[in-house]
């Protein structure tokens, strides 16, 4: 039986190995709300009758989009990979800033549940899985936004987790440490220039891979497991022992 999975987030190394993984399996299909993000190519590096991509501008309503997907259409998975960084310190934090970092990381998260539901596009038994941040649970300078809207994501999971039960649907988020991809953006250079590299030193393990990702992601996904829900899954290479 086909099985379809919704991922929202920017075309970034991490979604692009995520989906191209999706599809190695012949029994999914994959609807892409590919969100435009100037820090990635906007062009996809494959191609498959099996993906669907829709445009979506960051902060732009999720309920009118998901309305141009066929009516009988059924997601048996959802990820959320979606999201901005940014390294302020606190004196220089403002009300936009945190506005737009929370409306990002949490608010568009709480949405898409939200309209999933109102269409009825969620399978009873279905995963939802969100890409969060290690720096949800550990203390970083310049990183107090970032870090309170990762937290306040894993929260959320937690409790839609609780609600959503009854139907079967498991809820949970990927903590990421340091990825090899991500190591080239800005805010990521920024904190490291803050931390003159010994933060990341601090996982032990190396840099985690777009290919690690994308397992966990799949694993989390599939019917392997039935009863993990509600979880904050940890993947950082031991950055946090």
């Not at 075309?11 to 999706?22: H, M, R, V, W």
């Not at 590096?45 to 259409?73: A, C, D, M, N």
């Not at 403002?94 to 269409?119: G, P, T, W, Y």
Request: hydrophobic letters at 45%; proline letters at 2%.
């Amino acid at each position: 039986m086909m099985s379809t999975i919704l991922i929202i987030g920017p075309a970034s190394p991490i979604n692009k190995g995520i989906i191209e993984n999706l599809l190695s399996d012949a029994s999914r299909e994959v609807t892409w709300l590919r969100v435009v993000d100037e820090k990635y190519s906007e062009e996809a590096e494959f191609q498959s009758e099996k993906l669907q991509i829709l445009s979506l501008k960051r902060g732009e309503e999720l309920g009118p989009v998901l309305k141009t997907l066929p009516k009988e259409l059924q997601f048996s998975g959802i990820v959320y990979a979606e999201g901005i960084g940014g390294v302020r310190p606190v004196k220089l934090n403002n009300l936009d800033f945190i506005q737009e970092m929370f409306s990002a990381n949490v608010f568009q998260f709480l949405e898409l549940v939200r309209h999933c539901l109102k269409q009825k596009r969620i399978k009873a038994g279905a995963s939802i899985l969100t890409l969060s941040s290690v720096s949800s649970i550990k203390g970083l300078k310049s990183k107090s936004v970032y870090s309170a809207s990762k937290a306040a994501l894993d929260a959320a999971v937690r409790g839609i987790a609780a609600e959503l039960a009854p139907q079967g649907v498991r809820v949970n988020s990927i903590l990421k440490g340091w990825v090899d991809a991500d190591m080239s953006l800005d805010f990521i250079e920024s904190n490291m220039k803050l931390s003159s590299g010994s933060d990341f030193n601090q996982q032990l393990l190396g840099a985690i891979s777009v290919e690690e990702i994308s397992n966990l992601v799949e694993f989390m996904l599939s019917d392997k497991i039935r009863t993990i829900t509600g979880t904050n899954l940890l993947i950082d290479g031991g950055y946090t022992l």
